[in-house]
């Protein structure tokens, strides 16, 4: 309720009344004098007035004896409260319900510390004289010094866990040396129940044998079912002591069902037991099984790490088969997949693929075709029989590649002189810009987006046909419409070549395309010398009966004398790393066609089965490699980022020196043959 104005007007007039109006002992007292002045002065007994003023004396008198007596009680009062207060103030310090320590960060000096911090470090008599660090030799203080009040890592002591709070106190502005303040919080039991938590999170892992057609063709029910115990047995002795559930629930595929808790044994020996153990067995004619293993970890549920261990199973086989491949929520780790591809191709998967590609042309306003940045044969031959496959079926189509940057030019200028593709190519921004969303391109030879030559024209079309040869990485292009994806295949002219086969009249097409898609089998296959099966020199024939003439293939495939003599000048700086292992590490920036081929040419050496020619770039370090033996290069230059296959591979190392690549490359060798 608000005041009245009258009543504000009062309170303010009563709060400006002196203070020495308000009634207390002085006033009372100058009184008795003035009445005993006046009794003296007005009365004829002057006894009366010495009487009161005897009276008043008295009354001083004890008013100043109570008034020193009331202050020694004060005082005393003072006294005894600051006295409890650090009493208390201390028996609270020594009987805090946790560990303290006080020490100096400068040296780890000990100040003080209560007794459960003695008990927790094992100490009977404890002493001043002791550092923290010598009492607890895993801890650290540095957390502190950057402004942290809790350190961000567990310190364990004598079977037990802590976690450690503080903070940093000076004991004078400005003066003397900080002072560092802990609490030692025990969370062992905490930590040991989040620690059985994550180890009992379930895992699925799926087994599925790569060659089970291969390896079953031919044979009696008796022999197939001796060859399939084999191959359980394997798995069952594999996966016991784990604890798990074990089913199979398809023709080649098994199911795992297990703990995390066995996982880092499964790292440790990568999946090396497992997949040796199935590779030991052979069918009557001597094809021997080989195993492809998937294993999801950390979904929110079984479902999801279903999909996971699916997921894993899909890449183990886009890589070659025969070796395991663990996903998560964000990563995959790769293991085994040492050993050469296995066929597995057949006709029946490239006619499907044709018919799917002929549906999606016909159904698209335009075609663009894209290969990888600075392309080669291989890329620009395949985007050519694309452009034929898309010219039978009346679908305009165009090759997006960046003319200047090739390593295909021999090959790009001879396409420019033919009246079909004058018009042919076209640069990334205009493609963009004219693309529409029934808009299919066909991304060749790579299956990595950041390797693309355009990764903004990649994102923008919805309709995406994947055609690559190369292992798969974990960075990939995920969801593509259409993806014929071989790793088994020698290059992506072999595979384009099969669907010109199914889709093309040999005599639709011209002879300048039959030999652009030969060129690039020829490249990758160095001459039919390597990654060459049936189906190479199938599709070979298949272009030759096309109209492809090898003397103008051959052409395509020399380099001018510039070129021969700084590949000459490579070779002289290599140097054998280990037996059967060729590096050259150039400090000169090199083409990469010139280096590539230095690779290839390291292999004519007697007694070299791999080879590395590492040299600077503008904004890093590339290396070309290449084997003929039994080391696989691509999973040699995974770590570092590159990819190809088991023959030839690249890496591009941005931010590195030479010398800082090639020593990563040696450790990765080393790593590669332990």
């Not at 790292?267 to 030991?280: D, T, Y």
């Not at 355009?454 to 419409?481: F, G, K």
Request: net charge negative.
């Amino acid at each position: 309720m608000a005041k009245r104005p009258e009543q504000s007007n009062q309170q303010s007039a009563a709060s400006k009344i002196p203070s020495g109006l308000t009634p207390n002992s002085r006033l009372f007292l100058a009184f008795l004098v003035v009445f005993a002045v006046a009794t003296l002065i007005f009365s004829d007994e002057p006894w009366l007035a010495a009487a009161e003023g005897g009276v008043i004396l008295a009354l001083v008198v004890y008013s100043l004896l109570m008034r020193r007596v009331q202050r020694k009680k004060l005082l005393a009062y003072i006294e005894s409260v600051t006295y409890d207060t650090d009493s208390a103030k201390n028996s609270t310090l020594q009987n805090f319900p946790l560990p303290m320590a006080v020490f100096r960060p400068a040296d780890a000096q000990l100040i003080w510390a209560n007794q459960l911090f003695f008990e927790l470090c094992g100490i009977r008599r404890p002493s001043l004289e002791m550092r923290i660090t010598d009492l607890l030799p895993g801890f650290s203080s540095r957390w502190l010094m950057e402004g942290h009040s809790r350190c961000p890592e567990l310190l364990e002591h004598n079977g037990r866990m802590y976690q450690i709070h503080g903070n940093l106190v000076q004991p004078k502005a400005g003066e003397g040396q900080y002072m560092g303040i802990t609490y030692w919080l025990d969370v062992t039991d905490y930590e040991n129940t989040r620690q059985e938590y994550l180890d009992s999170r379930p895992c699925i892992a799926l087994f599925v044998i790569d060659n089970y057609d291969e390896l079953f063709r031919g044979l009696t029910d008796r022999k197939r079912n001796e060859l399939r115990d084999a191959i359980e047995d394997q798995l069952l002795q594999w996966c016991d002591g784990k604890h798990g559930f074990f089913r199979h629930y398809d023709r080649d595929r098994y199911l795992f069902v297990f703990e995390e808790r066995y996982l880092d044994e499964m790292r440790a020996e990568k999946f090396g037991k497992l997949l040796e153990g199935v590779h030991s067995i052979a069918n009557p004619v001597g094809i021997r099984a080989t195993l492809s293993v998937g294993v999801g970890r950390d979904g929110v549920d079984l479902e999801e790490c279903f999909n996971f261990a699916a997921l894993g199973v899909e890449m183990a086989l886009s890589r070659g088969g025969d070796q395991a491949v663990l996903k998560n929520r964000a990563t995959f780790e790769f293991f085994g997949g040492r050993g050469g591809e296995i066929e597995t191709r057949s006709r029946v998967r490239a006619r499907v693929m044709a018919s799917a590609m002929k549906e999606l042309m016909a159904d698209s306003s335009k075609v663009y075709v894209m290969g990888h940045r600075f392309a080669d044969l291989d890329s620009v031959g395949a985007a050519v029989g694309v452009c034929c496959i898309a010219r039978k079926l009346g679908a305009p189509c165009r090759i997006v590649a960046d003319s200047t940057k090739t390593a295909a030019g021999a090959l790009i200028d001879k396409l420019k002189r033919d009246e079909t593709y004058l018009d042919a190519f076209i640069a990334p921004q205009e493609a963009i810009l004219k693309a529409d969303s029934r808009t299919l391109l066909v991304v060749v030879d790579t299956n990595r987006p950041g390797q693309v030559e355009d990764q903004a024209l990649l994102e923008s079309c919805t309709r995406v046909v994947l055609i690559d040869h190369h292992r798969r990485a974990a960075e990939y292009i995920e969801n593509p419409t259409l993806s014929y994806h071989e790793p088994y295949a020698s290059s992506a002219c072999e595979l384009v070549a099969e669907l010109m086969e199914e889709l093309v009249d040999r005599d639709d097409i011209h002879k300048v395309e039959a030999e652009a898609v030969l060129s690039g089998i020829m490249l990758d296959t160095k001459n039919f010398n390597i990654r060459t099966g049936e189906r190479t020199f199938e599709a070979a024939a298949f272009l030759r009966r096309s109209g492809a003439d090898t003397a103008e293939v051959k052409k395509l495939l020399q380099s001018d004398l510039a070129h021969t003599i700084a590949r000459c000048r490579i070779l002289q700086s290599a140097h054998i790393y280990k037996p059967g292992i060729a590096i050259v590490e150039e400090t000169e920036p090199q083409d990469r066609v010139v280096a590539a081929r230095a690779a290839d040419e390291l292999l004519n050496v007697a007694g070299v089965s791999c080879s590395f020619v590492i040299y600077p770039v503008a904004d890093g370090t590339f290396v070309s490699a290449r084997s003929i033996g039994e080391m696989n290069v691509q999973l040699v230059l995974e770590p570092l980022g590159g990819g190809g296959n088991r023959a030839a591979a690249a890496c591009h190392c941005v931010g590195m020196t030479p010398e800082e690549t090639t020593a990563k490359i040696k450790t990765a060798i080393d790593t590669y043959e332990t």
